[in-house]
């Protein structure tokens, strides 16, 4: 972890000192008779807190014995995280055009594609026609939630 | 006596209204399930599932939310005995005597005690729940601005220090998390903070999207990271008349759910302990007091029924600092918290005076789901077995879907949708980095209500921070709050002093 909180320190650091002097340029305190905190306070209090914190995770970083520096964004990890994240994105983005119960359906069906060892078709055409129907039943029908529609008017 | 009478002629009447034992018995089946599958544990499952409560009644609501969180604390157990694998970290310390239970063949006597254990615990828990809230409520009525900002601050620092491994990334989290509170408009003076013109961001973080990002996607992502195990279940070992634990075993576990039971109580209570810590301290204890010492960890079924009825009777005691001081003290009870928000209610002594239907409904629909998941457990134990086989991709597929059309019903906008997902990839991120999120969510629950606690205690003080220091409670809280900052800092010096001591 020592390179990881090395960076995590530096960038943590640089975001803590811009809310810091951001929250500086709000009110920190107002004066008269009711004198208390203003809106900038406890940002500033926040932001510089970080700050300190930061500092002191980059001394144990650089104080550290640990010689092995373990990888943090290994192909592994990050294969789901793209997988996912970028599904998830893409289905919302089709939302305008699909229906917001029918681009679930079809991100379900690449989640189950792409994340499964074995491919099972079955399951992946299941899920793709199963989350639409379940869901109209559960959020459209009984949550009366009211769902984007598509250019198949579901 | 008067707990009694209300629990009776208001808790029970509301808990056995025909839609409140809907809602109380799918909210145990669906925890239990969430506990069962893994990856998902108490809070994301809570987070997922947040969206079914949305235009509910609250009390309806709650009492789902309750259910789900109990019965998944119970399913996460399943896991760890039948497959090592503990659901949740409270379930870890069940797992060392379950598992080798397992391995000798007698996963149903392990299975049967844990579903009693945690009735057993979870059934006391309650009862000290139903005297021990209405007091502690009596008492926090008489707070003021500066207790309660003590005792938020100790919430915080309770919960960075006992919970974490690691101070300082855990007091970065709860200052980010402060941060991200304090986003909006100011409540005071209306003027707004780090909104960048942006009309969406006025209104702050709403801390559903938050934590369903933070618990629900991180949990899917980081749980589809390396190869599926291949699993096997020993069904054939579930049957009802198997799961029923011989008179022995019952004689072998009696002081385990005895002190499972009452330190899962005393521990729950505290904020930032939670059933992790109570579990240990029960396994623990019972371990010291046991005539069999040299069998716990080789399948001793104490070490069963110990942490199973600490971790149950600990996660219903977690909910009386939340509901009785508006102070959650862990990641599932900051997220009931903000769907009591959410519902319109204030959690804090006034609660129980206000709203005496919901608080009492609650306390009654406890009694009785509990003897859902008994039941449950005992009867369905064979399904919610099979519930570990789903394939992955499958569950996370289906699980990733509910969390995007959870998101967008909050306020009908996919701006919502995005942050929920931008807080996935952080959440990810974070647990990469070993940074905890849990004190991130605490102090975007709490956030607002420290900011306005501290305001109104500085216009009493006339600005004079001795405000907090000078009054009994406020003055022992932050007290308190001190130690707990220090606490592990003096740990790892007092370790590091005995190690040199040994060396030397």
């Not at chain 2, 080798?100 to 844990?114: H, I, K, N, S, Y």
């Not at chain 2, 849990?438 to 501290?454: D, K």
């Amino acid at each position: 972890m020592k390179r990881a909180d090395l960076i995590t320190g530096a960038l943590l650091f640089v975001v803590a000192a811009y809310i810091t002097h951001t929250a500086y340029g709000l009110t920190l305190w107002t004066t008269g008779r009711d004198s208390a905190p203003g809106p900038g306070f406890v940002p500033f209090v926040a932001g510089l807190s970080v700050m300190i914190l930061s500092v002191a995770l980059i001394i144990r970083a650089l104080l550290s014995k640990e010689t092995v520096n373990e990888k943090i964004f290994t192909k592994e990890k990050l294969k789901p995280l793209i997988i996912i994240g970028g599904g998830a994105l893409g289905a919302s983005l089709l939302v305008d055009y699909l229906g917001f119960i029918l681009s679930m359906g079809l991100m379900g069906g690449f989640l189950t594609f792409a994340l499964s060892e074995k491919r099972n078709w079955i399951h992946i055409a299941a899920i793709t026609v199963i989350i639409p129907i379940a869901f109209h039943f559960i959020f459209t029908v009984g949550l009366s939630a009211r769902l984007p529609v598509g250019i198949f008017g579901i | 006596m008067e707990a009694l009478q209300n629990l009776f002629s208001i808790g029970f009447q509301v808990a056995f209204q025909p839609m409140n034992l809907f809602y109380c018995l799918l909210g145990v089946m669906a925890g239990t399930t969430i506990g069962v599958l893994p990856g998902l544990g108490p809070s994301a499952g809570l987070a997922v599932l947040l969206p079914l409560t949305f235009g509910m009644d609250p009390t309806a609501g709650i009492i789902l939310l309750a259910g789900i969180y109990y019965g998944s604390m119970y399913g996460g157990s399943l896991t760890s005995i039948m497959i090592n694998t503990p659901g949740a970290p409270s379930s870890v310390a069940t797992a060392i005597d379950g598992y080798q239970m397992t391995l000798q063949g007698r996963v149903g006597p392990a299975m049967g005690m844990d579903a009693f254990a945690s009735f057993i615990g979870g059934t006391v828990g309650i009862i000290i729940f139903t005297f021990l809230a209405p007091m502690l409520a009596g008492v926090a009525i008489a707070f003021g601005p500066p207790e309660y900002f003590a005792l938020m601050i100790l919430g915080l620092t309770a919960l960075v220090s006992m919970a974490g491994d690691d101070p300082i990334k855990g007091y970065i989290s709860a200052f980010i998390g402060l941060f991200l509170a304090m986003v909006g408009l100011d409540l005071v003076t209306g003027a707004p903070r780090f909104t960048y013109g942006s009309l969406r961001l006025m209104g702050g973080f709403n801390f559903i999207p938050v934590t369903m990002g933070l618990f629900g996607i991180s949990e899917i992502i980081i749980s589809s990271i390396g190869k599926e195990k291949k699993l096997h279940i020993p069904t054939e070992n579930l049957k009802l008349r198997k799961l029923l634990p011989s008179w022995q075993d019952w004689k072998d576990s009696r002081i385990g759910l005895i002190v499972g039971s009452l330190s899962g109580s005393a521990v729950g209570v505290l904020p930032g302990a939670g059933a992790t810590i109570a579990s240990f301290i029960a396994y623990d204890s019972t371990k010291k007091l046991a005539k069999n010492k040299e069998q716990f960890g080789k399948g001793a079924i104490a070490g069963v029924a110990a942490p199973e009825s600490a971790n149950s009777s600990a996660s219903i005691l977690s909910m009386v600092p939340m509901l009785t001081l508006g102070v959650p003290g862990s990641a599932s009870t900051a997220i009931m918290m903000g769907a009591l928000l959410m519902f319109g209610m204030r959690p804090g002594p006034l609660l129980f005076d206000n709203n005496p239907e919901f608080v009492w409904g609650l306390v009654g629909s406890m009694y009785i789901g509990n003897f859902f998941l008994i039941i449950a457990s005992l009867l369905l134990v064979p399904i919610f077995a099979r519930i570990v086989l789903v394939p992955r991709g499958l569950l996370n597929a289906v699980v990733m879907a509910f969390i995007l059309i959870g998101a967008y019903s909050l306020d009908n906008s996919m701006f919502t949708v995005f942050m929920t997902l931008i807080f996935g990839v952080v959440g990810v991120i974070l647990k990469f980095l070993k940074i905890p999120v849990v004190p991130l969510v605490l102090a975007l629950v709490l956030g607002r209500l420290m900011e306005i606690s501290l305001r109104q205690s500085l216009i009493m003080s006339q600005g004079s921070a001795f405000i907090f220091f000078s009054r009994p409670i406020s003055g022992t809280l932050m007290a308190i709050s001190i130690i707990a900052v220090l606490y592990p800092f003096i740990k790892k010096l007092i370790q590091k002093s005995r190690n040199t001591s040994k060396e030397s």
